[in-house]
């Protein structure tokens, strides 16, 4: 039985369901919509039973729901131990505490746990935006706490207010507790959710995917650099190498990805790399894109913990990329490394496999040319020409039939970067050259403000890599045949028109605004650099330019002091507002003489008035009531006479008393008076 | 007889000495921290915080999101778990400022009889332009009165309790109590106002009125219509006799009334402790009490006599009250 006391009056459930709403309205988005329409049915059921219409659930009803909503989680979610399922489980137990949010006790779970469900949403967004809502939130659900205490706490001024309060008075401690707090690693590694639904760079490349990519302007990748930056034309991110051609994809084919047995060198040093030092030093973050691929220019090496290098010269990380990963990479430029010997009859294989039939116009033009012995490269230029005579390049390219190179290369004529790489390196391999498709980013926009290169998802493209046998492989982009201010300038200059124009807003047409937004992305930049990626690294070397060497001593300093600061404030301030009445300075003087007394074996009652304890002190200690008589004389004149003279001669009284005790040298007049 | 020896064993158990033995010690040490007095000013010495059920869960959910933030490696979850952490610190200031300062003022207090509910009126204030809000006084384990301060600076407010034994009864140290601000702290004081209550003896009914003396008219007893006293004007209704009529308020203009007369019965009685011979001192006193409440109710003046106590019989909410109170302080409290 719930004492009535304890019942939630409305504004108190009111507040709990605004902080359920708070915490829960950034994820409805990713949960499944039935946890939406479960959640607000439920509050309106409670809403009834709080306005007298509806009963609270029955037993059977309950078990029911519980039943239907875990089997609803089942369907929605193949894997239970995720973050997704989790925060979903969350959701659902919000609902189903809702159904029967009766007492104090319950209105106290749900908001504990709000508080959870809010920071959850950190784990898979941590841009400024989301940290604000963050705050938001915290905001909302500590009024929502402060609320459950009544009518008057639960006016919103009220409870904003002093949830804003306490939070403005937490804020020192916690970034204290940020810089400080020893950051460990991951205790047991934790499934992530792999459901795609991002943009960026996939393990396959067919037509149209991108000119997908094209359409957005989602950041991906921020580089700085340490050293030289490289020129515009060399800014070709590699990340993903497809070698498997069927006709209508690209893909990396077998025993390329890590994940099906490629080749990866985790260990720095595994892979040689000559002694001559890399051209270009820098370090990449990249927002999450839930794929392993990481994007650098070739050929890179990485000494970033989970972070190797391919065979094909590219980096991979270990698991996925479900957060904003940094990574440093040293580039050498293919040109300065030693010329490497020969390709493997397997690479050689791979990379001039073709489908067995289709596209033969194609076929056919390539047998000609190598029919007239024409060298790789002449038959690269000779391609190049093609390109560079006759095609368009569009992002909004005519649809493609069965053999989609032959219409390409002698109909269409119009296309992507996707088209022109597939097509040069399906010819190049028809002509009996290794070629292969490498997609990544090309370019990126200069921030001149911080120093690095914006890399964003239209800056998507992909080129192709030829080998040749004394030169080993080379990169040749058809696509700056066709249009080489893609390549110098971006995308922008290069489509024209067509760029972004499906997107609602084309902001990037008003000047001001894309200014705006390279503002934006520089606070973005500042944020990850100085908040998001705090590590312990990072910690260790801000408190090294700090306090110096940190020795476990120092360390103990730094966290002891702050706290005793703040007890010694605590105690201070407790003593000060403990509502202890402001003493005159006749009454400290009294007070004084009281507690001689006390320490005489006579101690002063409560209530009992000054005149009475001298009378006392008279009787039980003859030889102090001379002394006695004359400070409650002397005090009562000051107290209720007003007298200044009287303070003046309580004041001597005061010292007579302490030289007495200390010392011998004392006028008989005095000395009497003491009683000594 | 079993039952009697498990009842002698648990006074001698070890561990039920030993919690007796620190009820003791925190009760003395208690009333030397916080000595007994009828307005108290709550402060730092005399008030003790803890984190309730609610803060424990707090912490349990900063726990968990630690290990969130350090398994995701993700520093905003870190972030929010440090600031919940910081206003877990800040908390207890609030809570401790909340009730500190509060003073406390015992006003009043109501005797009852035993068996019922003793009710205590206490007058709660502060100074300064800080509010205090849901303060909480109570004496456990009964529920308590909440009093917020925040318009007005000072409220009066009655806290009950339970008491089943008649006399002067000494109300255990109140608990005042907030959870200001989350409720996710208890900052509580017990404190002494020296709450005594006189507690009248249970009613327990002996039957009707030992009446036996004769009815005369007089000062006391029974009013009863028609007499000879007059007694007061009233409107005049149909049936009054004419004799009646307030004629002289007629002719000054004035609507028809009609004197009304009455005359009290001198029944004059007397509650005596012999007239219950054979009962125990409480059913004695309990029969008693409630004789003196049906001779209030009916109007019959009473006396009252016990061994060494003679009261005359007479009426009124203050002989009422001697009365009870001599049953309240008869010698010889029953356990």
């Given at each position: ?610 005149g009475n304890y001298a009378r006392r002190i008279a009787e039980e200690r003859v030889e102090l009531a001379n002394y006695a008589g004359a400070v409650t004389e002397a005090f009562e004149a000051v107290s209720y006479g007003g007298d200044a003279r009287a303070l003046k001669k309580l004041r001597q009284l005061s010292s007579w008393y302490f030289w007495l005790r200390h010392s011998a040298n004392m ?10 | ?335």
């Open positions: 039985m719930i004492a009535n006391k304890d019942l939630l009056p409305r504004e108190s459930l009111l507040w709990i369901f605004a902080a359920q709403f708070v915490a829960l309205l950034p994820q409805f988005t990713m949960l499944p919509l039935w946890v939406a329409f479960a959640w607000a049915f439920a509050v309106f059921w409670r809403l009834e039973v709080f306005r007298g219409r509806k009963d609270l659930p029955g037993r059977t009803l309950k078990i029911t729901v519980i039943a239907l909503t875990l089997a609803g989680l089942a369907l929605s979610y193949r894997r239970w131990f995720a973050l997704e399922p989790m925060i979903a489980l969350l959701a659902i137990s919000f609902t189903l505490k809702n159904l029967e949010l009766v007492s104090r006790r319950d209105a106290f779970v749900s908001l504990l746990l709000a508080y959870f469900v809010a920071a959850t949403l950190f784990v898979q967004e941590q841009t400024i935006p989301y940290a604000l809502y963050g705050l938001f939130s915290v905001l909302v659900i500590t009024a929502a706490l402060a609320a459950q205490l009544g009518q008057f706490s639960a006016s919103p001024r009220r409870a904003l207010g002093l949830s804003m309060r306490l939070m403005a008075q937490a804020t020192p401690l916690m970034v204290l507790l940020f810089l400080v707090m020893p950051r460990l690693g991951p205790l047991w590694s934790v499934p992530q959710n792999t459901s795609a639904g991002r943009t960026g760079v996939s393990d396959s490349m067919a037509p149209g995917d991108f000119t997908e990519l094209s359409k957005s302007s989602k950041p991906t990748l921020r580089i700085s650099f340490d050293g030289p930056v490289p020129p515009p034309e060399q800014r070709y991110w590699r990340g993903l190498v497809y070698s498997e051609f069927n006709g209508r994809t690209w893909r990396q084919g077998y025993g390329v990805d890590p994940r099906n047995g490629g080749r990866v060198y985790w260990k720095s040093g595994e892979q040689v790399l000559p002694q001559v030092g890399p051209r270009y030093r820098y370090q990449v973050i990249q927002e999450a894109s839930r794929s392993p691929w990481l994007f650098a220019m070739a050929q890179p090496a990485s000494e970033s913990p989970g972070v190797g290098e391919t065979a094909d010269d590219r980096l991979v990380k270990r698991t996925p990329v479900f957060n904003r990963f940094s990574y440093q990479v040293s580039s050498w430029p293919r040109e300065t490394l030693p010329t490497p010997t020969s390709l493997s009859n397997v690479e050689r294989r791979r990379n001039l496999q073709l489908p067995s039939y289709g596209n033969n116009r194609t076929r056919q033009w390539m047998a000609s040319l190598r029919g007239q012995g024409l060298s790789a490269e002449a038959v690269s230029s000779q391609l190049l020409t093609h390109f560079n005579n006759a095609f368009t390049y569009t992002l909004n390219p005519p649809a493609l039939g069965g053999d989609t190179i032959d219409e390409f290369l002698f109909d269409s004529q119009q296309g992507f970067c996707e088209h022109f790489a597939g097509s040069y390196v399906f010819a190049m391999r028809a002509a009996g050259v290794p070629a292969r498709v490498v997609a990544g980013y090309q370019g990126g926009e200069w921030v001149s403000g911080e120093e690095y290169l914006l890399v964003r998802e239209y800056d998507a493209h992909a080129w192709a890599e030829i080998w040749l046998d004394d030169r080993g492989w080379q990169r040749v982009d058809p696509t700056a045949a066709v249009a080489p201010e893609r390549v110098r300038d971006g995308l922008e200059s290069a489509a024209g028109e067509e760029f972004m124009q499906d997107s609602l807003f084309p902001l990037h047409r008003f000047g001001i605004l894309s200014q705006l937004r390279l503002q934006w992305d520089m606070i973005n930049y500042r944020w990850y650099q100085t908040v998001v990626s705090f590590n312990a690294d990072r910690q260790q070397n801000l408190l090294q330019r700090i306090f110096g060497d940190l020795s476990p001593m120092r360390m103990a300093l730094l966290l002891g002091v702050p706290i005793f600061v703040l007890l010694l404030g605590i105690s201070f301030w407790a003593a000060r507002t403990a509502g202890r009445p402001k003493l005159t300075p006749a009454e400290k003087l009294y007070q004084r003489f009281c507690q001689r007394m006390a320490r005489n074996g006579i101690r002063r009652r409560s209530g009992e008035t000054a006028t008989p007049h005095k000395r009497e008076l003491a009683g000594y | 007889m079993s039952v009697s020896s498990s009842s002698r064993s648990t006074s001698r158990n070890p561990l039920h000495m030993l919690v007796q033995s620190w009820r003791g010690l925190t009760q003395r040490w208690l009333s030397r921290r916080a000595p007994r007095a009828r307005a108290i000013t709550l402060n730092h010495s005399r008030l003790f915080i803890l984190p309730t059920r609610a803060g424990l869960g707090f912490l349990l959910v900063i726990a968990l999101l630690w290990l969130l933030g350090t398994n995701y490696e993700n520093n905003l979850v870190f972030a929010l778990t440090f600031l919940l952490v910081s206003i877990l610190a800040v908390l207890p200031l609030h809570t401790f400022a909340n009730l500190s300062g509060v003073h406390l003022r015992l006003l009043d207090t109501r005797a009852a009889f035993a068996g019922d509910f003793a009710e205590a009126e206490i007058n709660v204030s502060c100074e300064g332009k800080r509010e205090r809000e849901w303060l909480e006084l109570s004496w456990p384990p009964e529920q308590g009165s909440r009093v917020d301060l925040c318009e007005q600076k000072s409220a009066d407010i009655c806290i009950s309790m339970p008491v089943v034994k008649r006399g002067r009864v000494q109300a255990p140290r109140l608990r005042v109590e907030s959870r200001f601000p989350l409720g996710l702290f208890r900052c509580w004081s017990r404190i002494d106002l020296d709450v005594e209550f006189l507690v009248y003896p249970r009613p327990i009914s002996a039957g009707p009125l030992p009446v036996g003396e004769a009815i005369a008219e007089g000062k006391f007893g029974e009013v009863q219509r028609g007499g000879e006293d007059y007694a007061a004007l009233k409107p005049y209704q149909a049936g009054d006799s004419l004799r009646h009529v307030a004629w002289k308020q007629y002719a000054a203009g004035r609507d028809l009334y009609s004197k009304d007369y009455e005359r009290k019965t001198d029944t004059r009685l007397w509650l005596d402790w012999d007239l219950l011979e054979g009962k125990g001192v409480e059913m004695r006193l309990s029969n008693l009490c409630d004789w003196v409440l049906q001779a209030e109710k009916q109007s019959v003046a009473y006396g009252l006599r016990l061994p060494g106590v003679s009261l005359e019989p007479s009426l009124g909410a203050e002989h009422r009250q001697q009365v009870l109170q001599a049953l309240a302080l008869y010698p010889g409290r029953g356990q």
